[in-house]
């Protein structure tokens, strides 16, 4: 068993990526992506536009 709490947020993607029924660590990356600071609340307006939004955070990083 790994110890989730000590992995990155990009480690435990992808550990899940290969990994996806492991429900504590997908519980541990939800945990540690709802404390980061400065979090992006959308509406539901925006939710329909969900690709373009994310093609530009992968553009602005």
């Known amino acids: 068993m790994s110890d989730f709490q000590n992995?990155?947020?990009d480690q435990l993607k992808a550990y899940l990526r290969h990994n996806q029924g492991d429900t504590?660590?997908?519980h541990v990356l939800m945990d540690k992506l709802n404390?980061?600071?400065n979090q992006k609340i959308y509406s539901a307006s925006e939710i329909n536009k969900l690709g373009e939004?994310?093609?530009?955070?992968k553009r602005n990083k």
């Open 7 to 9: 992995m990155s947020i």
């Open 24 to 26: 504590e660590a997908f």
């Open 35 to 37: 404390a980061q600071p």
């Open 53 to 57: 939004i994310i093609d530009s955070i």
